[in-house]
Structure formats: C-alpha cells, structure tokens
C-alpha cells in the first residue's frame, strides 16, 4: 500500500525566499508524480507532472525532482511570493492495475509574509 | 477550452439520506476518478470509471456508488449518509492513455448534520 509523506507540515518564510518541498513514498514502482496546490476550500490545480522516466520538470519558478529508486521527489520554489501561499501536495501515481489512481499525504501548509 | 466542472458547489443534508454528485470532465477526456477528502487531510481514492465500467475501487463501502455516461460526464452516489461523510468531494480526469495527468475539479462540499 502506497503511504506519502510530506515534510514540512507547515512552513511560513518571508517573502523573496527559495523553497524546498519534501516529499517521500514507500512503493517505487509508480507510474508518475504530480504536485499540485491546493488553496483553502478548493480544488486541486496541477502544478508539475513527472513521468516515472524523467528525473526531473520545471515551470517558471517550480522545479520539481524525482528520484524514483529512493522514493523521493521534491518541489523547489524560487522567489516566493505572498500568492505562493497554499497547501502544497504531492501525488505519486499508481501503474499496472491502479493506473491512473493518485496517492495523496496531507501536503505542505506554506506561508509568505510580505 | 472548459475544464472539470462539478456540481452542486455546497449540499447540505441529514443522516440516513442519499446525495448525488455530479461531474464533467475536461474536454477531451474518458476518465473519471472521484477524491474524498476530510477536513486537514489528503484526498482518498474512491473510484475510477473508465468506458462506463469501474475498472478500480478505493477502501470504502457499498454505501459509495457511481455511474459513467456516454458523454464520459460521472455521478457519485452515496446512501444512508454518516456524519463522518461530511467532507469535500473532488473529481479528477484523464485521457486513458499516456500521460494519465489529472486534471481536478472544485468540488462539492457535503455537510451532513
């Protein structure tokens, strides 16, 4: 059973920083990894995808990494920002007979402070 | 280009009774996935519906049902509701093929009193 933890629980930084995002699963053989932000209340919009191949997917100030082998990925964010202010989760995809289904742990509550 | 909707935005209902949810995915897209996630935490796999068929089921009961139409747009049914099904209800969709990259909708939020 796929279990995802993500650390830090919460994080609050001043404005203008550069962020890492940790993120660690226990099954290896997925099929892809999204990170995706959640805003209170709300939908989740996708932020990155990462195909289980590719080490790692940049998008103007996201990077994120993967090392599949070792169960990790993680999301920088460059020059953060006070609208970066979300719940940041991570999502390693099933294969085989879960194709397509997502594993989520209970994300990352990120704070900027102008 | 409309991405996934879903329908209502709130519902509020009591114990014992039954819901629907209803979800459109994106354009484009065959497949549909339903999220459950409770307050503070992450969302969890219901179901998946793939050509009218569920092709995956998550941890949860019979109370949970859904159906897919011709047009790929999902219902999510659940009887006899709990208190503890009092969370919001996310649908997710894809092509089934390739990338499988999700694409979310707002949710539903269900109170159940």
């Known amino acids: 059973k796929q279990e995802v933890t993500q650390i830090p629980a919460a994080l609050s930084v001043p404005e203008g920083e550069n962020l890492v995002l940790n993120c660690s699963f226990t099954d290896s053989a997925i099929y892809n990894l999204q990170w995706f932000r959640q805003d209170p209340g709300k939908g989740l919009t996708s932020l990155l995808l990462?195909?289980?191949?590719?080490r790692e997917q940049t998008s103007g100030r996201l990077n994120a990494s993967l090392d599949k082998s070792s169960g990790r990925s993680t999301l920088y964010i460059a020059a953060s920002q006070p609208g970066d202010s979300a719940t940041y989760l991570c999502?390693?995809?099933?294969?085989?007979?879960?194709?397509?289904?997502?594993?989520f742990g209970r994300g990352t509550q990120l704070t900027v402070w102008p | 280009d409309a991405g996934v909707t879903q329908s209502p935005t709130h519902l509020i209902k009591t114990r014992g009774q039954q819901v629907t949810l209803r979800c459109s995915p994106k354009?484009?897209?065959?497949?549909v996935s339903w999220y459950q996630q409770a307050l503070g935490q992450g969302p969890q796999f219901i179901f998946q519906?793939?050509?009218?068929?569920?092709?995956q089921r998550g941890n949860f009961p019979d109370r949970f049902s859904g159906h897919q139409f011709p047009n790929y747009s999902s219902e999510l049914n659940v009887n006899a509701l709990l208190l503890g099904d009092s969370a919001l209800y996310l649908c997710?969709?894809?092509?089934?093929?390739?990338?499988?990259?999700?694409?979310f909708g707002p949710g539903t939020r269900l109170t159940v009193t």
């Open positions: 519906y793939y050509e009218e068929e569920e092709r």
């Open positions: 354009s484009g897209h065959d497949t």
């Open positions: 999502a390693p995809g099933g294969r085989g007979s879960t194709l397509g289904r997502l594993y």
């Open positions: 990462i195909q289980s191949s590719q």
């Open positions: 997710a969709s894809s092509e089934g093929w390739g990338t499988y990259e999700q694409y």
